[in-house]
């Protein structure tokens, strides 16, 4: 099924209508985020997840990353791998080599460049601790991936991972992650529930950056935490006064009661937010043609209505701009992020304009059509979703199968998906006599014929 043309203006009339309620202020934390690779042109095709080569072509990439950032004043790059994939080794000035000290200080120089903030990802007390937890067993009470919250000796090692962080490289601040890698569950930790756990180590952290590096942005990523649970509402305040933003990262606390995310976000002292609505996350092995899944309506969507909430944070992931729908997508949600009261509908407009140089109304909304026509196709199998679509394995070191077509979709709905895209493959082929910017034109046909063949062979 593919919207008709009535359907279509009836979405961009709701859109508008929405819009015209909504506060004008834009999100106050507009971040892109995503592991140090995750926006590479060129696939790392045999690399281990997460790949660190930094490289001049991902810093050319990343420059232009920048230039864009700073055309849609989307202001904080949040990045994952300056220093380590995994590990700290127990010696931490041996984290980062003299060679990639020196790139990854170009990298951050040419952020600064462009009035964009870097804010590194810091795992907290969990995530980067393998060889730290190898050398002091100890530190370990039950959660192999995980240093004890209740012993003293971990806070020592916390404490020389945020000055090293802070003191080697001129970052602007951190997100934080606590819960990815679980907690831990030793006798004297389980006294408090998880959120109450979390919120501790990360109020922890943050009051020690504050008072040793003042100035710093310090935020809360909440991946591995649930919000569903109205009790856990004084724990998140109490970590509000200390942050500047939370990321409430699959938008948990909607999925039992829809009113509490509203509640929270009155109730806290920070800003409050969500990754974006469904992402599609980099396939760090595939090459950049191997699929077509913009989200723009899904996400804009998802963004209006956290602000008209209050919500006023966004951590969005890193997508691959040499991939035409991932390349859409960004653009529409920097943009949303930047100026919620314009309507993501208008936004989608503007950036197709921009991208594709069109000019005729007719033909650029000829062209939004067959987008979102591509975006209804996948996503109405997965509706109100907001958290990451993986596209192969996310942890491997080779090109893996096709698991948002093999594992997220049943065989009838990836059956519904081929046929759905065969007629936008036909819109957008058409299209492409009149658009100026062919290449990209070719390059969303060819994708299409590969998600085809991906069905086809799954
Ligand atoms: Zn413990």
Request: hydrophobic share 40%; with cysteine.
């Amino acid at each position: 099924m593919t919207l008709n043309r009535r359907q279509f203006a009836a979405g961009a009339l709701a859109s508008a209508a929405s819009v015209s309620a909504a506060p004008a202020e834009p999100f106050k934390y507009r971040g892109y985020l995503g592991w140090i690779t995750d926006l590479a042109t060129l696939p790392d095709t045999n690399a281990a997840w997460p790949s660190m080569k930094l490289d001049d072509p991902l810093l050319r990439d990343y420059k232009n990353t920048f230039r864009l950032m700073r055309e849609w004043k989307l202001q904080d790059l949040c990045i994952w791998g300056l220093y380590v994939s995994r590990s700290w080794p127990t010696d931490l000035p041996s984290a980062v080599p003299a060679d990639r000290g020196r790139a990854v200080q170009k990298l951050i120089d040419d952020a600064h460049q462009h009035g964009v903030r870097v804010i590194s990802g810091l795992g907290v007390y969990s995530w980067g601790f393998d060889q730290i937890l190898k050398a002091h067993p100890h530190l370990s009470k039950g959660n192999a991936n995980a240093m004890c919250g209740s012993e003293d000796a971990s806070w020592e090692w916390m404490r020389k991972v945020i000055d090293y962080v802070f003191t080697r490289f001129p970052i602007d601040g951190v997100s934080m992650q606590s819960a990815d890698q679980g907690r831990c569950p030793c006798d004297r930790c389980k006294r408090f529930t998880d959120t109450e756990y979390h919120v501790r180590l990360n109020i922890r952290c943050a009051e020690y950056i504050h008072s040793k590096y003042p100035g710093k942005l310090v935020a809360v990523s909440g991946w591995g935490m649930r919000f569903a649970d109205p009790a856990s509402l004084p724990h998140l305040t109490a970590l509000g006064k200390h942050i500047d933003y939370l990321i409430d990262v699959r938008d948990s606390s909607r999925q039992q009661d829809p009113t509490l995310r509203k509640r929270i976000i009155s109730a806290l002292p920070c800003a409050f937010g969500t990754l974006g609505g469904p992402q599609v996350e980099p396939p760090q092995h595939w090459p950049r043609d191997r699929w077509f899944l913009p989200t723009p309506r899904y996400a804009g969507e998802h963004l209006e209505t956290l602000h008209a909430e209050g919500g006023r944070a966004c951590e969005w992931f890193y997508h691959i701009l040499a991939n035409p729908g991932c390349e859409l997508s960004t653009w529409v949600v920097a943009k949303v992020l930047a100026d919620p009261a314009t309507g993501w509908r208008k936004h989608l407009n503007a950036s197709l304009e921009q991208i594709y140089k069109t000019t005729k109304p007719s033909l650029r909304d000829a062209l939004a059509e067959a987008f979102l026509n591509a975006e209804h196709a996948y996503v109405r199998h997965i509706p109100t979703f907001c958290g990451t679509i993986s596209m192969e394995p996310l942890v491997s070191s080779s090109p893996g199968p096709p698991v948002y077509l093999t594992k997220r979709l049943t065989p009838a709905q990836r059956q519904a998906y081929g046929a759905d895209l065969k007629p936008v493959r036909a819109q957008f082929e058409k299209l492409t006599a009149d658009v100026p910017e062919k290449n990209r034109m070719r390059m969303i046909v060819r994708c299409i014929d590969n998600v085809l063949k991906d069905i086809a062979t799954a």
